[in-house]
């Protein structure tokens, strides 16, 4: 019940894109991944954290939809989230990925 964030980042190495949660303050979590090469694209701040699951899988979701692989284990930086990591394609890129998070976030996050 208590506050989470859901994030964005990329990564060159693929190139590809994860989508995360953590808890209301990001910047323990982002800093990690940061030294790890990934870089920022978004960060929602939602103010009931189980809805944060909600949005992480409609995304992961989307992006099978798109087409979009996951990525392995041994793609992603210290093999950590590649079940929410995707290869970034023409239909799940970075802005397409933003403004979906968006949209989830405005119905499934109360539109915060």
């Given at each position: 019940?208590?506050?989470?964030t859901v994030y964005l980042i990329r990564h060159d190495a693929g190139p590809f894109v994860k989508?995360?949660?953590?808890g209301a303050d990001p910047s323990t979590r982002l800093t990690v991944?940061?030294?790890r090469g990934w870089e920022i694209l978004g960060t929602w701040p939602i103010p009931i954290g189980r809805d944060t699951s909600v949005?992480?899988?409609r995304v992961?979701?989307?992006?099978?939809?798109?087409?979009?692989?996951?990525?392995t284990r041994d793609e992603v930086p210290d093999g950590h989230g590649?079940?929410?990591a995707v290869h970034i394609t023409a239909a799940a890129d970075e802005p397409r990925?933003?403004?979906y998070i968006k949209e989830l976030?405005?119905?499934v996050g109360g539109g915060y």
């Open positions: 019940m208590a506050p989470a989508v995360g949660i953590t991944h940061g030294r949005i992480e899988d992961v979701a989307w992006w099978q939809e798109c087409g979009a692989t996951r990525c590649g079940t929410e990925t933003i403004a976030v405005a119905e």
